[in-house]
């Protein structure tokens, strides 16, 4: 993995992105921009599930109203973050705080997607109110997400957080 | 005082040593600033969206404004407080960073554009709370709200590359826009 890393930071394309300075903080800001279109589409859904808000929208609705946004902004973000690793891989591959993060970004969508199929499914009936099962995971997810961020930003104080984890 | 001794008495601090020494304080109190910062643009985005007209939906502007304004407002107050303790770790650095300026500027212009829409079009909101396209002063507003707030982050993004602190920039690279040091 490393070596590959090495190759990868040696490539034209890695070299072009490192040799435009602006384009690491531009990508960033990006990024953090499209972090809050996320994590608050996370938040109003999660907050709908529990019973806290929109109670008078049908889940779908609701589902329907961020959907778009929180796969959206994940697919700029996906691409964002892309440029800035091939632009650094060594630093990437090197931090723990980024396998952490990928695994729970894995996590995250494949729970999206479920839940989104459920909800579809689900649509046009009656529906119970939340129960504490539901609550839980909607309270895990709000979790999951904000591990997430913490995590990206922790990639640039990887040793400072993991010690000897880091893997450098 | 002038407001450089009060720079230099929070750089000083034992609050501000101790941050500078702990290994993870600073990185803790960063990210919880990231977090607190995209929560507070989200949570305004969506309520923009609403005064931009888009999406088209029955739900009144200020059934939306209610349920997102206390996430607004406790993450702004979150970003407030770890923004400070981030200010105080690096203070005398932060102090001539014109990235860092620029910032708390866009922030008081936010301040002001949602002053001006809270004081004089939110109170007419009565006359177009359902209706799918708000006035223009109401569309200006959310227009401006989502540009000064993309800025603040970009300008928050922008001091970590410019204050010579957390990443490190080749030594022949011209990518400082700070002040000339005093």
Known sequence: MFEFAEWLGATPLSVAIQSRLWLTP?????HIVMIGVVFVSILNVALRVMGRIRTDEPLVEVWHRFAPWFWSSLGVMAGTGLV???GEPVREVSAMSFWVKMSLIAVGVVSALFFGRTVMAAAGHEEAPPTMAARV??????????????LGRWI???VEIWESWHLG | ??????????????LSEWMRTSLKAVAIINAVHVLSIATVFGTIFFVDLRLLGYPNVQRSFSRLHHALVRWTWAAFALSVVSGVLLFMVNALTYYRNTAFWLKM?????????????ERFTFRS???????????????????????????VIFLGRWIGFTKGYDFSIPEDVQFDFSLPSE
């Open chain 1, 26 to 30: 531009l990508l960033q800001s990006i």
């Open chain 2, 1 to 14: 005082m002038d407001l450089y001794g009060l720079v230099e008495l929070a750089h000083n601090s034992a």
């Open chain 2, 125 to 151: 909101v009565a006359n177009w709370d359902q209706a799918v396209l708000p006035p223009p002063a109401a569309r200006l507003a959310g227009a401006l709200s989502i540009v000064l707030w993309v800025s």
């Open chain 2, 105 to 117: 500027a866009t922030i008081v212009i936010a301040g002001v554009n949602m002053l001006i829409f």
């Open chain 1, 84 to 86: 800035l690793a091939i």
């Open chain 1, 156 to 158: 640039a104080y990887d």
């Open chain 1, 137 to 150: 995971v909607a309270v895990a997810t709000i979790f999951l997400w904000l591990a997430i961020i913490f």
